[in-house]
Nanobody, 120 residues
Framework: QVQLVESGGGLVQAGGSLRLLCAAS????????MGWYRQAPGKQRELVAS???????NVADSVKGRFTISRDNAKNTVSLQMSSLEPEDTAVYFC??????????????WGQGTQVTVSS
């Protein structure tokens, strides 16, 4: 089994910054794609940013220029640096990893979510 643990959420004023971190542990051979999603009340979960094992990343248009995703393959972690936060960024943020747990077998893993609240 693979476990993802997120940290770094909280309450911040508009214009502030937060850094989210997600660490994977368990039966891991390698990790393909890593990403961050968010879900605001009454809305569907949406992709915020993702990064491949080779380091190629993409971010949603709504956060482009403000959020940066990065990963540490040696530590099996992914982080999301969020700057110039806006009240519209308020949501529960979820970490997601596509993990190779054994040869030929992958597992789509999710964290428990961390709350980010941006006050105006």
């Amino acid at each position: 089994q693979v476990q993802l643990v997120e940290s770094g959420g909280g309450l911040v004023q508009a214009g502030g910054s937060l850094r989210l971190l997600c660490a994977a542990s368990g039966s891991i051979l390698s990790i393909d794609r890593m990403g961050w999603y968010r879900q605001a009340p009454g809305k569907q979960r949406e992709l915020v940013a993702s990064i491949t094992s080779g380091g190629s990343s993409n971010v949603a248009d709504s956060v482009k220029g403000r959020f940066t995703i990065s990963r540490d393959n040696a530590k099996n972690t992914v982080s999301l640096q969020m700057s110039s936060l806006e009240p519209e960024d308020t949501a529960v943020y979820f970490c997601n990893m596509y993990v190779r747990v054994r040869i030929g077998r992958y597992q789509d893993c999710w964290g428990q979510g961390t709350q980010v609240t941006v006050s105006s």
